[in-house]
């Protein structure tokens, strides 16, 4: 069975930093891209950055670029997002999502998200 | 950023009968490499959303098939030919032809 379980979410000021960390299970991490996608409450969701298969390719959305890093250990089967100069605008429940196989553009297995607070 | 524009926002279906949604993309989805990266997903209340179609037309697995996409260029369509009681939810299109990848608004479909 597929599993994806992120934590590392909480309550933290505007302009402080989080690490979130998602640990896999059930299919071969090293084979699949993999993304952070962000939902405000209420709102859609946000695609936030992906990472290709050894690490390279790493993009991220206009809002967060500069300050929000995502990486990976194949080894631990662990997926990360390094978020720094936290603003109000980056509150949400945070996901992680495995790339469908073949081009992983598009998450196809999902978690069920970690809720990042950001507020004085 | 490319932006994806939906309607109906809200839509109202009696069991049994069919639904349509639609997405429409500010650029065109067709990548160089000739596939066209339109997705669908379906938000359940308190779920994370899931991948139903991707590729416009390519259902994902275990998704029914009661569940359709078409489109090109521009212009797509999630069709649903008898909706069901476990289809309520906010449905999202998603297009990954360039980053940053971006979502559409939601279509909120409920039972009548």
């Known amino acids: 069975e597929v599993q994806l379980v992120e934590s590392g979410g909480g309550l933290v000021h505007p302009g402080g930093s989080l690490r979130l960390t998602c640990v896999v299970s059930g299919f071969n991490f090293r084979s699949y891209w993999m993304h952070w996608v962000r939902q405000a409450p209420g709102r859609g969701p946000v695609w936030v950055s992906r990472?290709?298969?050894?690490?390279?390719?790493?993009t991220y959305a206009t809002s967060v670029k500069g300050r929000f890093t995502v990486s990976r250990d194949n080894a631990e089967n662990t997926l990360f997002l390094q978020m720094n100069s936290l603003r109000d605008d980056d509150t949400g429940v945070y996901y992680c999502a495995r790339g469908r196989t073949g081009d992983g553009y598009n998450p196809d297995s999902w978690g069920q998200g970690t809720l990042v607070t950001v507020s004085s | 950023d490319i932006v994806l524009t939906q309607s109906p926002l809200s839509l109202p279906v009696s069991p049994g009968e069919p639904a349509s949604i639609s997405c429409t993309s500010s650029?065109?989805?067709?990548?160089?490499?000739?596939?066209?990266?339109l997705a669908w997903y379906l938000q359940r209340p308190g779920q994370s959303p899931h991948l139903l179609i991707s590729?416009?037309?390519d259902r994902a697995s275990g998704v029914p098939d009661r569940f359709s996409g078409s489109g090109s260029g521009t212009d797509f369509t999630l069709k649903i030919s008898r909706v069901e009681a476990e289809d309520v939810g906010v449905y999202y299109c998603?297009?990954?032809?360039?980053?940053?990848?971006?979502f559409g608004q939601g279509t909120k479909l409920e039972i009548k």
């Open positions: 650029q065109s989805l067709l990548h160089a490499n000739g596939y066209t990266y």
């Open positions: 998603m297009q990954a032809v360039q980053t940053p990848q971006t």
């Open positions: 990472i290709g298969t050894n690490g390279a390719d790493a």
């Open positions: 590729l416009t037309s």
